[in-house]
Structures are given as C-alpha cells and as structure tokens.
C-alpha cells in the first residue's frame, strides 16, 4: 500500500521545536523529490520546503523564504524517512503540516512549485502560550 504517513507535530510554545517525519511505504522516497507544505485554518496552502537527490552522495534543499535560517530538512534513506526540523517556532508557524511527493524530482533541483501527486494526511503544529 503506497502511504505517506506524518508525525511528530503537537502543541509547543513560542520559541520551541519539532521534529516533523514523513515516513514513506510503497514509495522509495530517494526517487522523488519530497516537498513539505502546511495550511492555517483559513489560509492557502504554502510550500516550506523540499528536497532531491543531486549525486550520489547530496541532495538539493530549498526553503521558503519565511522559514529559512529556522528549519532544516533532512532525510535518512535507510528508514526511508524525510525529516523537518523546525526551530524558533512562532504562533504563525501554526498549521497542519504535510508532505508530499514529486514523480521525476530526483536529480534536479526541487521546487515547490512542481507538480505534487501524492499527500500524506497532515501532522498539527501549534505554537501558543
């Protein structure tokens, strides 16, 4: 059964951390370019950030400018697994937070405006007091 599933998201305060996962099954990640998106209640949806394979041995990242310098993606192959880690988190930072993936992305540069066809089922971040 091909699932991206997501966790790792929860309730922290201003200024916290997460790590988010995007676990993939049915789907070697490493093939595709993954994409990280959230949506505020009320709000569009907004890419965050992604990530492909370059070479055999990197990867190509990119962040919106609005997270960059805060978090950073990541990913460990061995567990077939893409990582966000998400730093000086503020109350705006609040949204469901997804993962997505790219068919082609590998080995060019990602982008969130690529064409995303496959969508996990969302993880909760809120930052509040």
């Known amino acids: 059964q091909l699932q991206l599933v997501e966790s790792g998201g929860g309730l922290v305060q201003p200024g916290g951390s997460l790590r988010l996962s995007c676990a993939g099954s049915?789907?070697?990640?490493?093939?595709?370019?993954i994409g990280w998106f959230r949506q505020a209640p009320g709000k569009e949806r907004e890419g965050v950030s992604c990530?492909?394979?370059?070479?055999?041995?990197?990867?190509?990242?990119y962040y919106a400018d609005f997270v960059k310098g805060r978090f950073t993606i990541s990913r460990d192959n061995a567990e077939n697994t893409i990582y966000l880690q998400v730093n000086s988190l503020k109350p705006e930072d609040t949204a469901v937070y997804y993962c997505?993936?790219?068919?082609?992305?590998?080995?060019?540069?990602?982008?969130?405006?690529?064409?995303?066809?496959?969508w996990g089922q969302g993880t909760q971040v809120t930052v509040s007091t």
């Open positions: 997505a993936l790219s068919p082609g992305g590998a080995f060019r540069p990602c982008s969130l405006d690529d064409k995303y066809t496959f």
């Open positions: 990530i492909s394979r370059r070479d055999r041995y990197t990867y190509y990242t």
């Open positions: 049915g789907f070697t990640l490493d093939s595709y370019a």
